[in-house]
């Protein structure tokens, strides 16, 4: 006997594009659901490597037009060495990817070690860049006691496009290997009108022993 | 004869207020686990030459009330006609005169591409003491109009419905411009308050002067 299926015109309820099909307030009901506009693209967790790298189009990762904004998220980003900046770059490469894109950034952070010294908010020239393909650091100092690490987030505007440059904006905390709080925001812009088609994540030196890095879409429709 | 539609309990899961129903975690049964977003998209409205943006509660598919405690709006790729300010207001009921009281705070950061101006700056100028202007998320002329130069960024608009508290709003804005000088980029941080215990229920973008060329404002409701 064949099997009946049920299509999306079989359930009670008005089918309203895009949404999910749930419960109502009384649950008594069936209602259609707004999904998030906050999509998990993908999670790359660090094990003693050496970088972690969003690639458009690679290992599901995407980089393009399909989102107008990209915010990265990392949680917990531990150093294999001590006193490193955790940092990124961009590739605006197809294939073969290296990430070299010229950017200008400006860089403060607020500070305050354990010992209740150092109290102080404060433009860092250490972190900003004028015209630099290097990489941007995030977070600069990082200790790598056992329990120390940094986590933030890096939004990212448009990387598809070929008219504007392209912004980003961050702001992160840091364990900072003199033990003490590092609280930093960085803003630039990839100094190019071709297409941001990766993101890659480094350490200044060592690896990146461990942590999360999560990379979202956020939808506009 | 009556089409037969299939009921909330037809389905062979255990009914949970405003659930989405999906697949359980082994893919072999239905759950009624799974949440609607926490974030989620309201309206996008796409700048073309406008002289101002608006997004009023209950027009064109827009929602700004007691629905949601927050709200956030994204401002995506905005690029002026003329280099200018960048700002906005709100109003209350069906008004439309945008001169609510606000009170607010207004830092930016700046490097240039030539490593000048290295800075972190308060700017008494684009802060606001109980004033109904617009209010500047960036001040003039620092949106460049260069066919490459944008501005991009977030404003958060907490509890705009309130009839009991002042309503908070934090802004972050990336912006640049190439003014003769070596380009530079800024970092503008935008907070405050609207001084009132009246509900907001619209909110307008707009140029210190000339248009806003391109560009996509977003509004997201966020429970």
Redesign the interface.
Known sequence: MALTK?NYN???VTPVASK???????????TS??????VLIKTLTASSDSSLSFVNGSSDVVLDSTY??YLFKWINIHPGNDSVHFSFNGSDDTSSHSYNITK?????EALLYEGDTGAA???N?AG????STGVQSLGRGVGNDNDQATSGEL?L??PS?T???K???HRDNVAHDGNGSFSN?????F?T?AAITAIQFTFSAGNIDAGKIKLYG???? | MALS????NSLNVT????????FDAGADDLS?S?S??????IK?VTASSSGTISFLNGASDVVLDSTYKEYLF?F??I?PSTETSFTFQADTGTNTNYNQTIQSTYFR???????GE???YYNQSNDQANGTAFQTLVESPQIGAN????????LHIFNPSSSVFTKHFIA?I???NDDGQP?????V?TAGYFNTATALTRFQFKMGSGNIDAG?I?L?KIS
């Open positions: 049920f079989s359930f009670d999910a099909m749930g419960f109502n307030s009384d649950a008594d009901g069936l659901i707004s999904p998030t506009s906050m107008p904004i200008t950034s400006t860089h403060f908010v404060q433009y020239t900003d860049l004028a015209q939004w505007f448009s496009s008219t504007y440059v912004h980003f904006m925001r960085i803003s630039g812009y100094n009108t956020i939808k506009d429709s | 539609k299939l009921k909330y009914a949970a207020a405003s659930k989405a129903v999906g009624a799974l609607g977003g926490s974030m989620v998209f996008k994204t995506k790729n690029h950061a700046t490097h240039r591409e030539d490593a290295a800075d972190l066919n490459d130069e944008n501005l991009n960024g977030y972050r990336s912006t640049q380009g530079y980029v800024m970092q941080f996509d977003c997201y």
